[in-house]
């Protein structure tokens, strides 16, 4: 009698998951990124200068949920938007019953506090600003996790655009072969050897773009590495006899480039995109080091390191970002290291 | 063999064409030139960067449409763009306003850039004129060849009335401006001084044009700086290899002991750091910041660099490099020593290894000699590409220290928008960049007799 299974056997990728799972440092790296990732996207809840309970004249608002409300609906005499650190602290003077519960971070990353705070921007670390201020009186801290939360988004973003455009290009030049692939090669090879830096400055500095330009000018010149991977996978995989069986059984080449080979590249594009997402960060960072990044005010670690620079006394300027920088980079990395590990048998192709 | 490399050369060639083109049409497309600048300038109020008498009203910019015009033509904006590249490119000179080396007796003066009543010393560039085409070579002036004359001073005075509009055209020997000398009532004229037309033009002709903004050329900005750059790039990058190899064989051979965990988090943080941003923690941990005052902030020299001896003078730079140059060789430390120990590691399994050992020749020699020659192959390679590499990891290196450099030049000058000097320096890391992946192809059959291209 033959052997009944014990478990219903595994995919390859469900192997490599476990594997994953075993390497304790990349898992916990990419656990601790992820919970910190959605904890910096519920940001606007706790760290926001809106507050969470407002009880006025008897009634209760929500301004962290509900948005806007005007001093004047909250008795302030002040135009605009309501000043809840201030006001909590007349509602505590007045006694009269009304109270504020503020954020437990009661601070926007784009609010200046020069005018609450004494002494000139940028404040030291103190109790009520755990890493101090910039040089406009803005919370560091604050602008330390928002500028996570962009940092990944962004990379993200350019990870996934580069990797859409590199597989196109790789699978098209690969695939079809002949003068498509050598004239193709020739514009890919003109395209990589531009200086990635220098003229992604230049077309920067020249179009001053938001976020979503960004990342498609940074995807735009980093591109190139993948799809010459791209292409070679299909190449090879081309000749193999699944492909010709799949055009005899009259698949469209579309059918035949996305369903048959793709899958079958796609593992060294997965082990690729931790690096590709260190890439990424490092160069937004860069970026808004040199000033040619996201357009203030956007919260943003290279910018605030650029402060540092020329506020050579104020250490929390450099220290604090640089290290959010490096901690997240080193996490990345890790998980990259695992999941190479799990992806690739090879016994030494470990950075450790 | 040849012939693989020949047409590596040969291909070289459309890449290179493929790439300047590339970023000439960006920097032509998009606005933000030369000309919008000059137009800007004048609308705050002629201060402006650079010029001559920042933030005085009295400055007189003569920008009319007129003179934008002329601007436009000085900087062949009027031009087609293929026309603008060729031009770009040379070595034939398409401007109709003059041939090699003519002299010319009649200039079109685009803009003035002088300050009325101001007094200036002799020999300072009071007025800055642009000319189309025509070069002044007045052997007097300080820098002789240059796309856009100066008018000197003799002696140190006042002007006091321009006599030519922009747009207008001057003969040689006509009167320019009027000015008093110091001390003095009487009134002088400066006279428009000898034109001749620029001798060779464009890239071919090694000529990279001139910077929009300081008019001196950009090949010799550019030859000016290399030797900085080069300076701290290469010494960073020997350092490197000095580490790397060591610390990669120490890693390998002691593959998962205590030494080799120990080191791989220094290489996990070398990775996780960019060089540029370590070279920002350096500056505020040692640089005299808010901890100790170890090192200078940055730049080359100390302020008193020429009154020191030579022996000064050389640890005086040697002070300077030692922040800048632990970043550059961060840079390549993490990728250096991982692909060390793996290529040592994977020849140490090989059957070669084996036998060297069975012949009974000690650890050392089989290691040292038997395997390490095989595994410096890999590494061998990336010193063609480190070329490329060098120039381009010092923008942020060179801004974070100072470093007047190429990299610096090349941001300064997208800042400014000196187009020019953009492209310059784009042309020679290109260049660089193209050159040093044909040498590590070179070197990778230098040192692998094996491999064959073809």
Not at chain 1, 323 to 337: D, K, N, P, Y
Not at chain 2, 12 to 25: A, E
Not at chain 2, 125 to 133: A, E, I, N, P, Y
Request: aromatic share 12%; hydrophobic share 45%; glycine share 10%.
């Amino acid at each position: 009698m033959a052997a009944v299974p014990q478990e219903k056997s595994l995919s390859v990728l469900q192997r490599r998951w476990r594997k994953f799972r075993t390497l304790k440092r990349g898992w916990y790296s990419l656990v601790a990124i992820l919970v910190m990732y959605a904890l910096s996207l519920l940001a606007p809840l706790y760290i926001t200068n809106k507050a969470w309970v407002v009880k006025y004249n008897g009634e209760y608002t929500f301004p962290a949920l509900s948005g806007f409300h005007a001093a004047t609906e909250f008795g302030q005499r002040t135009i605009g938007e309501a000043d809840y650190r201030k006001l909590k602290q007349e509602f505590q003077e007045a006694d009269a019953g009304n109270w504020v519960l503020l954020a437990p971070y009661p601070y926007h990353p784009n609010e200046s506090l020069m005018r609450s705070l004494e002494g000139r921007p940028p404040h030291s670390p103190s109790r009520a600003h755990w890493l101090g201020t910039d040089n406009r009186g803005r919370d560091v801290l604050a602008r330390l996790v928002y500028g996570f939360r962009i940092s990944l988004t962004f990379a993200i973003g350019v990870v996934l655009l580069s990797y859409t455009l590199g597989i196109a290009v790789g699978a098209v030049l690969g695939f079809f072969g002949g003068k498509v692939d050598i004239l193709g090669q020739r514009l890919v090879e003109i395209w990589s050897g531009l200086p990635f830096l220098y003229t992604v400055i230049i077309v920067s500095s020249l179009l001053l773009p938001s976020m979503w330009t960004l990342t498609a000018i940074l995807a735009a010149f980093g591109w190139m590495g993948i799809a010459m991977y791209m292409r070679g996978e299909f190449y090879r995989e081309k000749s193999k006899d699944y492909v010709a069986a799949a055009i005899a059984q009259g698949d469209s080449s579309r059918a035949i480039m996305f369903q048959q080979i793709f899958p079958n590249a796609l593992t060294p594009l997965i082990s690729f995109a931790p690096f590709a997402v260190v890439g990424a960060i490092s160069s937004l960072v860069a970026l808004d080091f040199l000033g040619f990044g996201l357009r203030p005010p956007t919260p943003s670690w290279g910018e605030m390191v650029n402060q540092g620079l020329s506020n050579i006394f104020k250490w929390h300027l450099v220290v604090f970002p640089l290290s959010a920088l490096f901690i997240t980079l080193m996490m990345v990395v890790f998980i990259g290291e695992a999941i190479r590990e799990a992806f690739d048998p090879k016994v030494f192709s470990r950075l450790r | 063999m040849a012939a693989y490399f020949a047409r590596r050369l040969l291909l070289l060639i459309p890449t290179f064409l493929g790439i300047t083109m590339l970023v000439f049409s960006i920097t032509r497309f998009v606005p933000g030139g030369p000309i919008d600048q000059a137009v800007m300038q004048m609308q705050m109020g002629g201060g402006g960067e650079g010029g001559a008498g920042a933030g005085n009203s009295a400055s007189s910019v003569n920008l009319d449409p007129k003179a934008i015009d002329a601007l436009k033509r000085h900087y062949h904006f009027d031009w087609p763009l293929w026309k603008q590249y060729l031009q770009f490119l040379g070595p034939i000179n398409l401007d109709e306003q003059g041939w090699f080396g003519d002299k010319v007796d009649e200039v079109e003066l685009i803009t003035w850039e002088a300050d009325a009543n101001v007094p200036l010393d002799s020999g300072a560039s009071v007025v800055r004129m642009r000319m189309t085409g025509p070069v002044l070579a007045d052997p007097e002036a300080p820098t002789p060849a240059s796309t856009s004359g100066r008018a000197y001073m003799p002696e140190a005075g006042t002007v006091t009335r321009l006599l030519v509009q922009g747009g207008e055209r001057v003969k040689v020997g006509a009167p320019l401006f009027e000015y008093t000398p110091t001390g003095s009532t009487e009134t002088k004229v400066v006279t428009a001084p000898d034109f001749w037309t620029k001798r060779t033009t464009g890239l071919l002709a090694l000529d990279l044009g001139d910077s929009y903004k300081y008019e001196t050329p950009v090949i010799d900005m550019i030859v000016q700086r290399f030797p900085i750059s080069l300076r701290f790039g290469l010494t960073g990058f020997l350092l490197g290899y000095l580490i790397c190899i060591p610390l990669g064989i120490l890693k390998a051979v002691r593959h998962s002991s205590r030494f080799d965990i120990a080191s791989s988090v220094l290489i996990f943080i070398g990775y996780s750091i960019p060089g540029w941003a370590l070279g920002v923690v350096l500056l505020v941990l040692f640089g005299g910041g808010s901890f100790v005052d170890w090192f200078p902030l940055g730049g080359i020299h100390s302020q008193n660099y020429s009154e020191l001896g030579s022996w000064d003078k050389f640890t005086d730079s040697l002070y300077h490099m030692v922040l800048p140059v632990i970043s550059y060789t961060l840079g390549s430390f993490a990728v250096l020593t991982v692909l060390m120990k793996n290529s040592l590691m994977e020849n140490l399994g090989q059957d070669y290894v084996r036998t060297a050992f069975a012949k009974g020749l000690s650890e050392r020699r089989v290691i040292l000699v038997h395997a390490l020659r095989n595994s410096l192959i890999p590494i061998c390679t990336g010193l063609g590409s480190a070329l490329g590499i060098l120039m381009a990891g010092s923008y942020l290196i060179e801004k974070v220290f100072n470093i007047d450099g190429i990299g610096m030049l090349g941001f300064t000058s997208i800042i400014g928008r000196d187009y020019t000097v953009v492209m310059g320096v784009l042309v020679i890391n290109t260049l660089l960049m193209l050159i040093g992946n044909i040498l590590s192809d070179v070197l990778y059959v230098l040192v692998d007799p094996r491999i064959r291209f073809s």
